[in-house]
């Protein structure tokens, strides 16, 4: 399986931008669609975005205007461009991997996931 890594979290308050980045290794990056995650304390894991093989991206109603995905095959690192921060984006974000093209994802298409990354948006 590909292994996954992300970076650039931290603290910023609300109103501000954050760019995170994920690193993959032991696989080419060109061959996976990629998604973004999040899950605060005491929730879910929640759906924030995907970008697939083609370069075409999809984000959840929560974050559409805000959020901004990328992914540079070159560097095989994939990243989640954030702005206009609010305290709700406060997470743990995790990148994953999927070997599925599709129009639509579910949580259980991607196979491979990273560690997380800390966000917290203060007010």
């Known amino acids: 399986q590909v292994q996954l890594v992300e970076s650039g979290g931290g603290l910023v308050q609300a109103g501000g931008s954050l760019r995170l980045s994920c690193a993959a290794s032991g696989r080419t990056l060109s061959n996976y669609a990629m998604g973004w995650f999040r899950q605060a304390p005491g929730k879910d894991r929640e759906f924030v975005g995907t970008?697939?093989?083609?370069?075409?991206?999809y984000y959840s109603d929560s974050v559409k205007g805000r959020f901004t995905i990328s992914r540079d095959n070159a560097k095989n690192t994939v990243y989640l461009q954030m702005n206009t921060l609010k305290p709700e984006d406060t997470a743990v974000y995790y990148c994953?991997?999927?070997?599925?093209?599709?129009?639509?994802?579910?949580?259980?298409?991607?196979?491979?996931w990273g560690q997380g990354t800390q966000v917290t948006v203060s007010s």
């Open positions: 970008i697939r093989r083609s370069g075409s991206t």
């Open positions: 994953a991997a999927s070997i599925y093209e599709r129009s639509y994802y579910s949580l259980t298409d991607f196979g491979s």
